[in-house]
């Protein structure tokens, strides 16, 4: 089945700097990706996802790109604040109807003002 | 609209005791799927209900059943509860599209505690 690997686990930057999460899959089948951030004791909410069909995307100051040839998709957030501090969980899915999101481990951002 | 609801949010329960998990979607979200959150796993897929069908399970034991009603709302059962089984269970609902895969939204959770 599905294996998504997600590094690093814990990342800390400094306010404005610029912070990056990769994840790798293992099903080539794979073709939407998700990204979720969690804050402490909420939901997980989506921040931006992109399927098979694009190499990357953009949503202000996040961003996704995807290498389908290596299989691994990175996620980008440019200008970071404290709000930003969060665990996020990134995930990869087969497309055709039926849910079975596949989760990595999580990344735990902080952000230093 | 409003969002995904889970109740309880907190439950504890003693090993050997089983526990049932509410979740109601979206309002027009027929697809409800179930996950289970622990720092050592992450988040797991359990399984997953549309039109009152589960069209996908996670690998997990015999334990873990769900169901889903014709309004969309479903519940998780686990019987003969383990110390392991402590725990956040997060249902995401979400609008299905053909075959496209569309964002799944969740809930708050029921945090499960096994004693």
């Known amino acids: 089945g599905e294996n998504v690997e997600q590094h690093p686990s814990t990342l800390s930057v400094q306010e404005g700097d610029s912070a990056v999460i990769k994840c790798t899959y293992s099903d080539s089948a794979s073709n939407y990706f998700p990204w979720y951030k969690q804050e402490l004791g909420k939901r997980p909410q989506l921040i931006i996802d992109?399927?098979?069909?694009?190499g990357e995307k953009k949503d202000q100051r996040i961003a996704v790109t995807l290498n389908k040839t290596a299989k691994h998709f990175s996620l980008h957030i440019t200008e970071t604040q404290p709000e930003d501090s969060a665990v996020y969980f990134c995930a990869a899915s087969i497309q055709g109807g039926s849910e079975k999101l596949v989760f990595g481990k999580g990344t735990k951002l902080t952000v230093n003002p | 609209k409003a969002g995904v609801t889970q109740t309880p949010r907190y439950l504890i329960k003693t090993r050997g005791q089983q526990v049932t998990l509410s979740c109601s979607p979206i309002s027009g979200h027929r697809s409800v799927s179930w996950y289970q959150q622990t720092p050592g796993q992450g988040l797991q897929f359990l399984f997953e209900y549309f039109s009152e069908t589960q069209r996908n399970k996670g690998n997990f034991p015999g334990r873990f059943s769900g169901r889903q009603f014709s309004n969309s709302r479903s519940e998780m059962n686990v019987s003969t509860l383990e110390l392991g089984d402590s725990a956040l269970y997060l249902c995401?609902?979400?609008?299905?599209?053909?075959?496209?895969?569309?964002?799944?939204?969740f809930g708050q959770g029921t945090r499960l505690t096994v004693v």
């Open positions: 992109i399927r098979s069909n694009v």
């Open positions: 995401a609902s979400r609008e299905v599209r053909g075959s496209m895969n569309t964002e799944a939204f």
